[in-house]
Each structure stands twice: as structure tokens, then as C-alpha cells.
């Protein structure tokens, strides 16, 4: 059996700055870090553009940590692999190969993975859900050889992808959303229209009201359909409809909620020397009150390095975190500080929209809870974080999912 001191089950950014923070603390304690991709932990919010843009990246560029810190800092980096069972009660987790590991303590940042929508010709060949870096070198290729892509969603994901691929002159790039326009959720209904119709003037089709009935193909896509009964050829799909946390290994466990695994400002679990971080961590807010879970790279990053450095006892830290990730779009920079689990009720707007160049304050009822920066001096970012830390809320808001 392998013995180690520390467990990390999943090696995205999160995993790995879990790593770095306990080394902090803990120059001597076994680690054994633990994932199923076949690179080195990355930062997934750069792949898109990293691949699909005009200027290529490598995959070392974008690893979050440098390639040998790993040796040098003894982490028993263990790539390609799975794990199968955790056991809570005896501290043993074993691996696919069927290796058992006994641990001291773990922390979980398993990620998300791509929601699948239930219809037909879902798995077919050259429909893509974007979670990987194999996912996305797998989609430079074959966007290279077809003509027509359909991207199925409106949010970041979809919205960064469709304009990274409309800069390709010989893609016909169709962006397909239920809504009437793209990124309700965040946007008040007049910044939705205009970037809808920002989108549309740079080549890209959209397919507003629709929704996806099904892909039509044998083993390859040939066609897509939507509810209301259109039809048309194409050659690669993407889907990119959200995500939900990857709870697997610990379904049926005190570890494991509908919306992520709850803990608490120390990011442990209830589960004595269990923490949990990134995707699936289901934390409580001090600037917003009730308990969110955050999917990105930024929110990962910084729970990781804290779990890690209070996983070794020398360090007692709390987490407090105003939510925040960036986006490109063409030649617009947004930048999402807050919470935007609601769309607001009434947004403020200072700057112009016609010069690509404005703040929207997002209020539910009186209370700011968001802030977009479009095409902003990046020390705006902490301004917009400094104006919600100190905004009066009064009574907490209830729990609610980011």
C-alpha cells in the first residue's frame, strides 16, 4: 500500500496550487497529486484563446506552475490516472490500476464537467464540449478542415469560441442561443441587444429563440436541428450549454450536494481533514452572505493555495472572495467582478457602449452585487471589488449558486 501525507484528487490549477500551498508550510509531508488529463495543471480559462486564436500557444505556456516544480518539490505527480473509491472512514482512495493510497488528508478539486444535452446524436463525431486541452487541440484540427461550425450557447464559453473562430476566414460560424439575446443573465436587456448585434457584425450568424432539437449524422455530424423545426448542414458542433460539478466519487457521502460539496471558511469539509476547492467547492460568502460555488480558474487558484497551506496546521487562513473572471470578445476586454447567480434588477451604466468603453453596476433591488468592466484600466477591477466589499447590504441575502 501507498502511504501518504497529503491526497489531492485533481490536477487542474486548483490541485496544484493546493501543492504549492502546503510546500509553503510543510517541506517534508508526502504528496501525491492526482488527475486524469495527460498534461501538467494549466490554466483552462486561457485555452481558447491560447489554441483557437490567431497566435498559437504551447501547452508548457500555460501550465500554472513551472514544468520541473514538481520534482524539485517532491509531489508525486501521478497524470493519466483515475481514481475509483475513497474511503472516508479508513483514509484509503484507490486508483484505477488498482494501487490503494492511505492518506492523512485530502482535498478534493475534481472540476466540472460540460452539461450534455439529452438529445439525439449527442456523441457524434466532431460534436465538441470544451473542457479540456485535449478537447480544444482536437478542435483546432478539425475546424481546420471543415467549412461550417455551430456553436450551441450564449454564455462566456460559447460567445469567446464563436469569436475566436469567426477571425477564421474560411469558417461560416453560426452562434445558436434560446434567448433572444446573449448573456441575459449578466447584462441588462439594452448591453445584451448591442453585444448580440456586435457579434452579428463580424460575420458571426446568430440564431436567436432557438433551441436544439438534436444532430443528424451517421457517425459524423452532417446536419443540426432546432425545436422549431429548422435544418441545416454543418460540419462541427460545440456545445456549450454549462457545467455541473464532478461529484462522483463521492456521490452518496456527507461530501456530496446537488450544487457541490459544502464547506466551510477554512474550505474543510465536515469531514475532519477533507477540504475541497475550485468547481465543486460549495462555500459561505462574507460579502454576500448565504453559500456559492464558483466555476473558474481565478476562484480555484486562490481556494488553493489557502486549503493547502491550512491543510498543514501551520496556517489557519479564511477564505474571503468577491468572484471575479475576464472574457474577450473581438477587441472587447470584460471583466466580471461579483455575484451574477441573479440577472439584476435595475444596472447602471457610466461610459459608452457605442465606444466600447463602459461600467455596468448590476443591483438587485438596492443592492450592488455585480460590476462589468468593458475595455477598463485593470487596477478598475480592484476598485470594482473595494465598491461591493463596502457596499451596505444589510441583512444577508439567502444562500443562492454562482
Same mark, same amino acid.
Given at each position: ?12 490549477? #486548483? ?13 517534508? #509531508? ?117 467549412? /461550417? ?17 469567426? =477571425? ?8 445558436? /442561443?434560446?434567448? =433572444? /439575446? ?19 457584425? /463580424? ?183 473595494? =465598491? ?15
Amino acid at each position: 500500500m501507498i502511504r501518504r501525507d497529503y491526497l489531492v484528487v485533481g490536477a487542474g490549477v #486548483g490541485g496544484a496550487k493546493v501543492c504549492e500551498g502546503i510546500r509553503e508550510y510543510d517541506k517534508k #509531508g508526502s504528496i501525491m497529486l492526482v488527475g486524469n488529463e495527460s498534461a501538467r495543471p494549466y490554466y483552462r480559462s486561457q485555452l481558447f484563446k491560447g489554441f483557437l486564436g490567431k497566435t498559437a500557444t504551447t501547452a508548457e505556456k500555460l501550465q500554472c506552475l513551472p514544468g520541473d516544480w514538481y520534482e524539485k518539490n517532491d509531489v508525486d505527480l501521478r497524470l493519466d490516472t483515475l481514481l475509483t473509491q475513497f474511503n472516508l472512514e479508513r483514509r484509503i482512495a484507490v486508483l484505477a490500476n488498482g494501487q490503494a493510497v492511505e492518506f492523512r488528508k485530502a482535498c478534493l478539486s475534481m472540476g466540472s464537467r460540460s452539461k450534455r444535452p439529452q438529445v439525439a446524436g449527442a456523441n457524434l463525431g466532431n460534436v465538441f464540449y470544451l473542457r479540456s486541452m485535449r478537447d480544444v487541440m482536437a478542435l483546432r484540427e478539425v475546424s481546420a478542415l471543415e467549412r /461550417h461550425v455551430v456553436i450551441v450557447g450564449g454564455g462566456c464559453i460559447g460567445v469567446e469560441t464563436a469569436a475566436l473562430l469567426a =477571425q477564421n476566414s474560411k469558417l461560416n460560424v453560426t452562434l445558436m /442561443h434560446r434567448g =433572444q /439575446h446573449v448573456w441575459r443573465r449578466w447584462l441588462d436587456p439594452e448591453t445584451a441587444a448591442w453585444l448580440t448585434e456586435y457579434l452579428g457584425s /463580424h460575420g458571426i450568424k446568430m440564431l436567436m429563440g432557438e433551441t436544439l432539437n438534436g444532430f443528424e449524422g451517421r457517425t459524423v455530424l452532417k446536419n443540426v436541428q432546432t425545436k422549431s423545426g429548422q435544418r441545416f448542414g454543418a460540419g462541427l458542433a460545440i456545445v456549450a450549454v454549462g457545467t455541473e460539478p464532478n461529484l462522483g466519487l463521492v456521490a452518496n457521502t456527507p461530501l456530496s450536494y446537488p450544487n457541490g460539496a459544502p464547506v466551510n471558511e477554512f474550505l474543510e469539509t465536515d469531514e475532519k481533514g477533507i477540504f475541497a476547492v475550485g468547481d465543486i467547492a460549495l462555500y459561505p460568502s462574507k460579502v454576500f452572505g448565504g453559500v456559492r460555488r464558483t466555476d473558474n480558474g481565478d476562484c480555484a487558484e486562490v481556494q488553493g493555495k489557502i486549503a493547502g497551506g491550512n491543510m498543514t496546521g501551520k496556517k489557519r487562513t479564511k477564505f474571503d472572495y468577491v468572484p471575479q473572471w475576464s472574457s474577450s470578445v473581438f477587441d472587447l476586454q470584460f471583466n466580471f467582478v461579483g455575484d451574477f447567480s441573479k440577472p439584476p434588477t435595475r444596472v447602471e451604466i457610466e461610459g459608452d457602449r457605442a465606444k466600447k468603453k463602459f461600467i455596468l453596476r448590476c443591483f438587485q433591488l438596492n443592492a450592488l452585487m455585480g460590476v462589468i468592466l468593458c475595455n477598463q484600466a485593470p487596477e478598475k477591477v480592484a476598485t470594482a471589488e473595494a =465598491q461591493l466589499r463596502e457596499w451596505p447590504r444589510g441583512k444577508k441575502a439567502a444562500s443562492a449558486e454562482a
